[in-house]
């Protein structure tokens, strides 16, 4: 190999790549595409890409790909049951005449499936609270 242009050195006597009109006016064409990209550093960022996406795929082994797809399940599973819970809700609300009253709502507490879900919503802002729990600020300390 020729070390200052990367060519086979057969082809550069065999009037190869670089004899070819056709192929230096493509080249042309290419060099010209690049200089704004050159200019503005912005091949640096393509490249980086690229240097990142191989870095992955090399990182990525089985047992990889198996956690970040049953991760992708279960993240498309739980958007595909909140969305048919809220259309289902969407529905009962429509299809109410009246707006429920508090002593409505309280009659709608009797459902089994109302209480469980707000046992669900009750159990989630439970785990929320736990998350952010805080010290409590002592008022009288001074």
Known sequence: MNIASEIPAAQQAGGGL????????????????????????????????????ADMVDMSDSYM????????????GAAWSAGNAARMAAAQVQAMEE???LIGL???????????????LLAMAGAL???HAYDPIDYTAD
Do not use: H, Y
């Open 18 to 53: 670089l004899q070819d009109d056709a192929a230096l006016q493509g080249l042309a064409e290419l060099v010209a595409q690049l200089e704004p990209l050159l200019a503005g550093r912005r091949l640096n960022r393509v490249v980086e890409l690229l240097s990142a996406t």
């Open 65 to 76: 790909v198996e956690k970040v797809s049953k991760a992708f399940e279960d993240g498309v």
């Open 99 to 101: 707006t429920p009253t």
């Open 106 to 120: 309280m009659r709608m507490a009797r459902e089994p499936e109302v209480r469980r879900g707000l046992a669900f």
């Open 129 to 131: 609270g736990r998350q």
